[in-house]
């Protein structure tokens, strides 16, 4: 057979991260480099993924199937569409900076020097990497099984990235940031394994089924989605609804969904920026995603009925967090807020059930993730110059540092979902196709941008605008590599902002395909325009234009 | 072993059989209560034994003529001797007190025996026991005969393996029993050295009394005041709390004395009853029951010769 | 009378033993009581055998011998170990189970 | 030619990527970059103009598609330019005075260390602007509507340092955002209406659609145009908007963008033609706005505000006109671009008169100036006449028009309208009048320093240079150059559109024209206008022209009080919106921390409490254990025998 592609991309890292956690604990710089490197590595086999995938060819494409636990019918399959491909490419997108992001978070703990084994350094990039590991082998799973375990297991090196390498910047004694810190992991823990352990009694449940069904149990998703449009599997409505609501609720945790978002503002606020970056941008798309590529497809026809219920709570969820963000008086948690916000917008676009509001729910993960991270990072720079995450310790550091402030204007303005940048794009789609469908709902949800706008803005005036602060007169500029962080994310903002064609046609088609299996259809225009092309309009001078007066008149 | 034949061939039993079942079945019974409600350690090894007997008589009438007999070499010969043994080891003479120290335990034990033994009963009772086809063509070439043909054809790896176990049970009753002296021996120096050190009882440990009748280790020697001092005594028979207080007869003896020489001398009245008053106040061992036997035992006349 | 008797029989002494176990604080009585439990299951299992007319029941009853014999060597040689490191051998005081 | 007009977007775009990005090593020469690539683009939009005209008058639309943008199933967006009369106006205007504006600031932003950012803030507004008014559909002129709101923001905020600036720049943004909900909305409802949002398609089948349809896009486009041209009720933030630079406000909220929601109507044309409801409510926005604006304008003491009030009630006019459909879209326009003309020039004569001022803002601490500057005075008289609709000047043609247009309306309406226009005409008058006589004649009251505490825009009113003595001078050459140009414009613009109607002629084939039927003859209007003006002028002199005017503003009536606070609509905002706002904000916070995050902490805590009390039944003695032990054997064999039973 071929060589296997998928399974060397998500190998890679995992590679990366032993690599990384072996290197000897006196040289740190080198297990950067070593972790950088297998990141660069990574993303090239993305970049060659993107490349062999191609858009017009079959539902999943680089396949890999091989059996693994026979008895229970668990293979280890591989596959990807274009949902995936993109997710993909974003995560090995993101790593590399994520690393260069933190390149000196874990230094601080070296001083502090127990034994000679003591090696955070290298700890901190290996958990980085295997954490993209696990993302990427979640996306590319077709195995119901396969997917749950990474999905599970991911949540082992995140544990240890928040717990352990906490913030410093919380200007709070150092034993209450530890209690904190592992507070937030804890929480970030338990509520993920709450709602996996659900989720593994669905799993189990929906093998139940199968096996009672096909005869033979299987976790493959093909074979599932196959089934069912063969006839030969057809859940009884109440046990397809209870298996959806098990995986649904998973999804939800991790997405995350009001009112089970608590959780990340937490673990965002007292993990370092970077990993921070991490959760938001990459962890939770998991979630997203297997929404997308489980929940819709798995169980079509619960779906359609737990819909209304889901969008309202994406409702909440898009008002609320942006409320709360607004509320704030940390820079961190109010990036948190505003991301459960958009993750409102993502979930809304996935169970508007149209073409928009799915393509634009799939860009949104892209987009939201580089946004989310472009921000987030120049706000980590930010913390790290003050040491203080509050709000209200800054104030014209635009005049000190006029590029930190203007690439953190500029990751302002793509949360803000400003036209010309990237998120725009995407969350004009789910507001079209959530609007298409649900009118009332969209209006409501066109509320969000005010309230995005509201809290971007009250940020940035209170920290970069304003007299200068005694504290940040002396603040640096952002450095080379700080700088090779942002520049990136930024020109990727701008390119997909005025050029996303070509990532929408990779999404194009997963997205039609998913429609088709709910079967569901973009609801029609009322009077839908013969020649959409351009043609010139001319309205009809004096007589015809008079009614349009005498209309006024009326 | 005739009984048992007839049982081994019939379905229902013979009145021999049946009269021996509900006989000996009181007796162990019994035996089994005594076992688990005796305060001495050797009284229930012994209770037990006498069950185990039974069984084994049970067993034979059963028609397992190699298992009884079995029983009554390995369990009643070796086993409850080893536990004799190690009784002996702890104290023969000690006996725990029956006072429960748990809270409830007692309660929750009968509940939960209660319980079990019904459920057990009933479960025997409605299970459809009807037909017995006996061990008739079974030991029908000898009960040993078959045994030893399925121990070494059917169950011949069980065999080997319980064979290895019992090796290993022999090897680790030997690691768990040995002691190994880890440190060299302290010399005498050494350990009067300790002695002064610590400062308590600095001149060697006293010898054990030694008197005309009671010529033993576990008797204490007396102080000044006639009381006794457990540090003459080995600290096992201490551990055990086997200790044979006989200062009270010292003491009478003494009494004897004065009052005799004071008869010689011819004062009499004043000072009497005193000593021997004193007398009856120590002689209070830890251990009562001991004491007490062992004041009965001797009688003052004889001391006078 | 029915052989089922024997059965009943051993049901007791089980049970006897049981509460044995339950009650008594001394560990070598423990270790007679549970003896006792063991010899009431082989009698259920030669009753068995007579029952079914197979000597299989007996073989069973054997090896419970048996392991019951190298049971007890073991578990009274760990009772003397303790015996000798606590001057005691009731299994109150070995509590340790609790940190 | 059709490739030039991506360029025309293309050119001041290239400028403000390379001054915003290029570093402090463009310092020296960025403003010079910058006024080149306006001017560049200025040229490029002459050219076209000029192919436009040699073209017949109904094939004299371009278009030109650069990329296709948003595939997404149905919804197909494009990156494609429409160039048609209305657009090129538009071109014109914005590249014209956009550069006129840029060779003022250089001399205007001299002493300014951020010069270099400035102009890139300039030309971004620019490129923006363009694409709001090339684009072919609504989604593309939304990225430009967005982008001009993120130019004014920048630029209203240039002097970030003053939380005052910076306030009134978040105020713009957000109340604009407000009004982009509306545009989004309205595209949404395309979509969902015809399957497309682009232009030609929407506007030719708009009278298929249903007039319910149609009537509440027409609403939505017009809470669009108010928040963009601070209309009410989203006009509050103009006022704010003169914290920025004064070219700023000449170019960005005088001139161009604030126009951009008569743009927006206008080229809606269709469908408001087809929705008479929502027709009705923009000319009552229209209506109401030109008289609110005129009534703050009358208050303001800062002369910055002052004309901000008659950008809002001048933009108010072209919305009424706008709003009465095909009779009105061509004065629109039109007024809109004579407005640009003198408005502009007012602007910059303020601008100037501040730079002569030590940027005093405050009318009461001038006058006299007209013989200190007499070009500013001079420019900024031609603007005054104009604005007034001095006989002659362009404001003149426009506005009368637009009177004319109201009272056409015909019915009721039509009357309520035209007095309406009337009314605001000798307001204006008024208000005008006042501005002049305060700044340039009397007697000079600029005498004793500013006390700081004066409201003042610019940020060299806190360097030391505020406190010195004023001593006013005529501004360099740079800055007096686009004042005579635009002045220019200002008299002569109205008349050389109204010569045999060449406006109307020009923009027809676009926006459509019908004469209405006006129940007053085009004479009378004229003379109506005639005689409010003179009014307004008169009384305007009786109050500040014969007698003295105080250094400190008279306390005033009720409703110059009211003014004066922009007729407290900031007040009900802060009442109505901020202040709930706030408190929702702060008890969700305290909900989301209490109850949200409570539940999850109490469960948690709850199930500690358990295990702690279940941790005691592990009390260590292996007898409890053997009798749990005994008692679950027990429980087995109940079971079993249960389920034997069963």
């Given at each position: 057979m071929s060589f296997p592609l998928l399974t060397a991309t998500a190998v890679v890292p995992a590679l990366g991260a032993v690599a990384t956690a072996a290197v000897p604990a006196a040289q740190r710089a080198a297990a950067k480099w070593v972790a950088l490197g297998f990141s660069l590595v990574t993303l090239a086999l993305a970049a060659v993924v993107l490349i062999r995938f191609d858009p017009g060819g079959a539902r999943f494409q680089l396949t890999e199937s091989h059996a693994w636990i026979k008895d229970f019918g668990v293979r280890y399959e591989l596959g990807v569409d274009g949902i995936a491909v993109a997710l993909i490419a974003l995560t090995a997108v993101l790593i590399p900076f994520i690393i260069l992001a933190g390149w000196h978070d874990a230094d601080p703990l070296e001083s502090a020097r127990p034994n000679r084994r003591w090696r955070p350094t290298q700890g901190f990039f290996a958990l980085i990497l295997m954490v993209e590991a696990m993302v990427v082998i979640s996306f590319e799973a077709t195995d119901v099984f396969l997917f749950y375990i990474f999905f599970e297991a991911m949540l082992i090196p995140m544990y240890f990235l928040i717990g352990g390498f906490g913030d410093r910047a919380g200007g709070r004694s150092e034993e209450e940031t530890a209690t904190q810190r592992s507070y937030a992991a804890v929480k970030f823990l338990l509520y993920n394994l709450a709602g996996g352990l659900i989720m593994l009694a669905a799993v189990v449940g929906l093998y139940a089924v199968t096996a009672d069904q096909l005869g033979t149990g299987t976790f493959s998703l093909q074979e599932i989605v196959q089934a069912r449009a063969g006839g030969h599997l057809d859940m009884a409505a109440g046990t397809e609804r209870l298996l959806f609501l098990g995986f649904f609720f998973a999804f939800a945790v991790k997405a995350p969904l009001w009112p089970l978002h608590t959780w990340l503002p937490n673990a965002m606020g007292e993990s370092t920026a970077p990993v921070a970056v991490l959760i938001t941008a990459v962890v939770d798309k998991v979630g997203t995603f297997a929404m997308l590529r489980f929940c819709l497809q798995l169980f079509p026809e619960a779906s359609k009925w737990a819909t209304p219920a889901i969008m309202i709570l994406a409702l909440i969820s898009i008002i609320y967090g942006a409320l709360l963000a607004i509320g704030q008086r940390d820079i961190k948690r109010l990036i948190a807020y505003a991301s459960i916000s958009h993750f409102g917008f993502i979930i809304l676009g996935i169970f508007a059930m149209t073409t928009q509001g799915q393509g634009g729910a799939t860009l949104y993960m892209v987009n939201h993730g580089i946004s989310t991270a472009a921000l987030m990072l120049v706000a980590g720079f930010l913390i790290t110059r003050r040491?203080?995450?509050?709000?209200?310790?800054?104030?014209?550091?635009q005049k000190v540092a006029p590029v930190l402030a203007g690439t953190f204007l500029i990751g302002g303005l793509a949360t803000l979902s400003l036209p010309g940048l990237a998120p725009f794009i995407s969350e004009f789609l789910v507001l079209v196709g959530t609007f298409s469908r649900y009118p009332a709902l969209g209006v409501i949800a066109t509320v969000g941008i005010v309230l995005a706008a509201l809290y971007v803005l009250i940020l940035y005036q209170r920290t970069m605008t304003g007299p200068v602060k005694a504290e940040v007169r002396s603040m640096p500029d952002l450095r080379v590599r700080e700088l090779v962080v942002v520049a990136p994310l930024i020109a990727l903002l701008i390119f997909l902002g005025v050029y996303p064609k070509p990532l929408a046609d990779i999404v194009n088609p997963a997205v039609d395909h998913t429609m088709s299996v709910v079967d569901k259809k973009d609801p029609k225009p009322d009077h839908p325009v013969t020649d959409a092309g351009w043609f010139s309009y001319s309205p009809k001078s004096d007589g015809a234009s008079h009614d349009g007066a005498s209309g006024g008149a009326k | 072993m005739s009984g048992g034949t007839l049982a081994a061939a019939a379905s229902t039993t013979s009145t021999g059989e049946a009269l021996q079942f509900w006989v000996l079945g009181t007796v162990a019974v019994i035996g089994a209560l005594c076992t688990i409600l005796m305060r001495k350690a050797v009284h229930s090894a012994l209770c037990l034994a006498g069950t185990m007997i039974i069984l084994a008589v049970f067993y034979l009438a059963n028609g397992a003529y190699f298992l009884g007999v079995v029983q009554i070499v390995v369990y009643t010969g070796a086993i409850m001797m080893l536990f004799l043994f190690v009784v002996m080891l702890v104290g023969v003479t000690a006996a725990d007190s029956l006072k429960e120290t748990l809270k409830g335990q007692r309660w929750l034990a009968a509940l939960c025996g209660l319980g079990f033994g019904i459920l057990l009963c009933a479960g025997i009772g409605n299970a459809s026991l009807k037909t017995w086809n006996g061990l008739g063509q079974a030991n029908s070439g000898g009960n040993v005969e078959g045994l030893a043909a399925l121990v070494f054809t059917k169950y011949v790896f069980a065999f080997e393996i319980t064979g290895a176990l019992l090796i290993t049970a022999a090897v680790g009753a030997m690691v768990l029993t040995h002691r190994e002296r880890t440190e060299r021996a302290r010399t005498q120096r050494e350990q009067s050295e300790a002695r002064v050190r610590t400062g308590r009882n600095v001149p060697p440990l006293p010898a054990p009394g030694v008197y005309a009748r009671h010529n033993a280790v576990d008797i204490p020697g007396l102080l000044p005041d006639g009381t006794p001092s457990?540090?003459?005594?080995n600290a096992t028979l201490r551990g055990r709390g086997q200790i044979r207080d006989v200062s009270r007869e010292a003491l009478a003896e003494l009494a004897a004395l004065e009052r005799r020489s004071q008869r010689w001398l011819g004062r009499e009245g004043n000072g009497t009853g005193k000593p021997s008053g004193s007398a009856g106040e120590p002689g209070t061992s830890e251990n009562g029951e001991d004491g007490q036997n062992a004041g009965s035992a001797p009688n003052p006349r004889g001391v006078a010769k | 009378m029915n052989p089922v008797n024997y059965l009943y029989l051993a049901a007791l002494l089980f049970t006897i033993g049981a509460a044995g176990v339950v009650i008594r604080r001394n560990a070598i009585v423990l270790f007679m009581c549970v003896e006792l439990m063991l010899n009431a299951c082989n009698l259920a299992f030669v009753t068995f055998s007579r029952l079914h007319g197979n000597l299989d029941g007996q073989i069973i009853a054997f090896f419970t011998m048996v392991v019951a014999a190298a049971e007890v060597v073991v578990g009274l040689a760990i009772i003397v170990t303790v015996f000798r490191s606590r001057h005691s051998a009731s299994v109150d005081d070995a509590s340790l189970m609790k940190l | 030619m059709e490739n030039l007009i991506g360029l025309l977007v293309a050119v001041p775009l290239l400028g403000a990527a390379l001054l915003l990005c290029g570093g402090r090593r463009l310092d020296g020469k960025g403003h010079y970059i910058g006024t080149v690539l306006a001017a560049a683009s200025f040229v490029i939009g002459a050219v076209l103009f000029a192919d436009m005209l040699g073209r017949g008058e109904h094939d004299r639309a371009l278009h030109s598609k650069v990329f296709s943008w948003i595939p997404v199933g149905g919804f197909r967006a494009d990156v494609a330019f429409q160039l048609d009369q209305l657009s090129m106006t538009f071109v014109l205007l914005i590249t014209g005075v956009g550069t006129l504006i840029h060779i003022y600031s250089i001399g205007y932003m001299e002493h300014d260390e951020r010069r270099r950012r400035f102009f890139g803030y300039l030309n971004l507004f620019l490129a923006a602007m363009l694409l709001l008014v090339l684009a072919d559909n609504y989604l593309l002129l939304y990225v430009g509507w967005e982008g001009v709101g993120l130019a004014s923001y920048l630029l209203i905020g240039f002097?970030?340092?003053?939380p005052s600036a910076a306030t009134a720049a978040k105020k713009a943004f957000i109340v604009n955002r407000v009004g982009d909900v509306g545009l989004s909305i309205a595209i949404m409802l395309m979509f969902t209406t015809f399957g497309t949002f682009t232009f030609a398609p929407v506007l030719t089948n708009a009278d298929h659609a249903g007039e319910g349809k149609l009537t509440a896009i027409g609403l939505m486009l017009l809470l669009a145009a108010c928040g963009k041209s601070a209309q009410?009720?989203?006009?509050?933030?103009l006022g704010d908007a003169m914290e920025g630079p004064t070219p700023v406000s000449a170019l960005i909220h005088a001139a161009t963008m604030v126009t951009a929601g008569v743009y927006l109507i206008t080229r809606s044309g269709a469908i408001f033609n087809a929705a008479p409801d929502a027709q009705a409510a923009v000319v009552a926005v229209g209506a109401v706005t030109l008289l609110f604006g005129a009534i703050v304008g009358c208050a303001k003491d800062d002369i910055k505000k002052a004309l901000a009030g008659s950008t809002m009630s001048q933009i108010g006019y072209m919305i009424l006109a706008a709003g009465l459909g095909p009779i009105g879209y061509v004065f629109a326009i039109m007024h809109l671009v004579t407005h640009g003309f003198f408005k502009a020039g007012l602007f910059l004569g303020a601008g100037s008169v501040m730079h002569a001022m030590n940027d005093e803002v405050d009318m009461r601490k001038y006058g006299g100036l007209r013989k200190y500057m007499p070009i500013t005075f001079v420019t900024f008289g031609l603007g005054y006449l104009a604005i007034i609709g001095f006989p002659g000047l362009s404001g003149f043609w426009s506005k009368d028009k637009i009177i004319e247009a109201a009272f056409a309306k015909g019915g009721t309406e039509g009357w309520i309208l035209g007095g309406a226009a009337l009314l605001g005409a000798a307001i204006t008058a008024y208000y005008m009048t006042r501005v002049m006589l305060l700044t340039?004649?009397?007697?000079?009251?600029?005498?004793t320093t500013p006390s700081?505490?004066?409201?003042?825009?610019?940020?060299?009113?806190?360097?030391?240079?505020?406190?010195?003595e004023p001593h006013p001078h005529e501004s360099p050459s740079s800055m007096t150059i686009p004042m005579i140009v635009l002045a220019v414009g200002s008299v002569f613009a109205g008349g050389l559109f109204s010569v045999n109607d060449a406006f109307l002629k020009w923009l027809e084939p676009v926006t459509g024209h019908s004469h209405g039927d006006s129940p007053l003859s085009a004479a009378a209007v004229t003379a109506g206008t005639m005689v409010v003006l003179v009014i307004g002028v008169a009384l305007a002199w009786a109050q500040y022209g014969r007698r003295p005017v105080p250094r400190t503003a008279p306390r005033g009536s009720l409703l110059t009080r009211a003014a004066r606070r922009d007729l407290l609509q900031d007040d009900f905002n802060h009442v109505a919106l901020v202040k709930p706002g706030q408190y929702l904000t702060r008890g969700l916070v305290y909900v989301d921390h209490k109850l949200v995050d409570g539940v999850v902490n109490g469960t948690a805590a709850s199930v500690g409490g358990l295990s702690g009390r279940l941790r005691k039944l592990q009390n260590g003695y292996a007898r409890t254990y053997a009798v749990s032990m005994f008692g679950g054997t027990a429980v087995l064999i109940a079971a079993t025998l249960l389920m034997r039973a069963v």
């Open positions: 040491g203080s995450r509050l709000i209200a310790d800054y104030g014209g550091v | 457990d540090l003459t005594v | - | 002097w970030q340092h003053k009410v009720p989203l006009q509050s933030w340039f004649f009397g007697e000079k009251r600029w005498g700081p505490e004066e409201p003042s825009a610019e940020p060299a009113a806190e360097s030391a240079g505020a406190h010195a």
